[in-house]
C-alpha cells in the first residue's frame, strides 16, 4: 500500500478555503485516494473518493493531477465545525483502510 | 437510518483485567471491523469480518485480544489480559459488500484507560 505524507497541522480562519495536500508518490495504477474526516470523541467519516482529475460533493473538492503523486482536498468556506483530523489514504477502491497520522485543522474565528 | 452502535463507550480497568467491547453495525452492512486508536494516531485496523468469518488479523494481538462475530451481525472484542499499552479507543466500523466508495462507517468509539 502507498504511504501518504501530509502536513501535521494547518490553521486557518473563518469564511477561508482550505487546501490540504497530500503525496503519495507511490499510488498503485488501480488505487484509489480516500478522505476521511475525525471530530474529537467520534470516529472517522468519509469525506470523499478519487481516482483522478477532479472529484466535488456537497461536502469537498478532491484534486488531482494527471500523474497521481499528490492530491489536494479542498474545503471551500470554512467554519469553527471545520476543525478535526483530516485522513488522506491511498489503497484500493473497497481495500483496507492504511491511515497516517492526519492533518489536524484549526479553523480560527 | 441508524448508525453503528458500541458499548461501553468508556471503561477504566487495571492491569491484568479483561474486558469486552460490543458493537452493533449498520443493518445489512457484511463487513465489520475493529480499530485501535491511540491518541495522537491514526485508527490501526485489528481485524476485518465478512459475514461472521475473519477476513484479516494480521495485527490483532491474539496472544491477548480476541474477536468474533456470531451470527454475522453483532460483534464483540476482548482483551484478557489488559496492558498498560492497550490505552485507546476501540472503533468499530461497518461497510456494505457493494457499493462504489470505500466508505466504512465508524461507530463513537469506546474510550479503554488501563491503570
Known sequence: LAKTTQPISMDSYEGQEVNITCSH????????????????????????????????????????????????????????????????????????????????????? | EAGVAQSPRYKIIEKRQSVAFWCNPISGHATLYWYQQILGQGPKLLIQFQNNGVVDDSQLPKDRFSAERLKGVDSTLKIQPAKLEDSAVYLCASRTVSGGYNEQFFGPGTRLTVL
Not at chain 1, 474529537?40 to 460533493?57: A, E, L
Not at chain 1, 478532491?62 to 483530516?86: G, Q
Request: charged fraction near 20%; include cysteine.
Open chain 1, 25 to 109: 508518490n507511490n499510488i498503485a495504477t488501480n488505487d484509489y485516494i480516500t478522505w476521511y474526516q475525525q471530530f474529537p470523541s467520534q470516529g472517522p467519516r468519509f469525506i470523499i473518493q478519487g481516482y483522478k482529475t477532479k472529484v466535488t460533493n456537497e461536502v469537498a473538492s478532491l484534486f488531482i493531477p494527471a500523474d497521481r503523486k499528490s492530491s489536494t482536498l479542498s474545503l471551500p468556506r470554512v467554519s469553527l465545525s471545520d476543525t478535526a483530523v483530516y485522513y488522506c489514504l491511498v489503497g484500493s477502491r473497497r481495500g483496507k483502510l492504511i491511515f497516517g497520522q492526519g492533518t489536524e485543522l484549526s479553523v480560527k474565528p
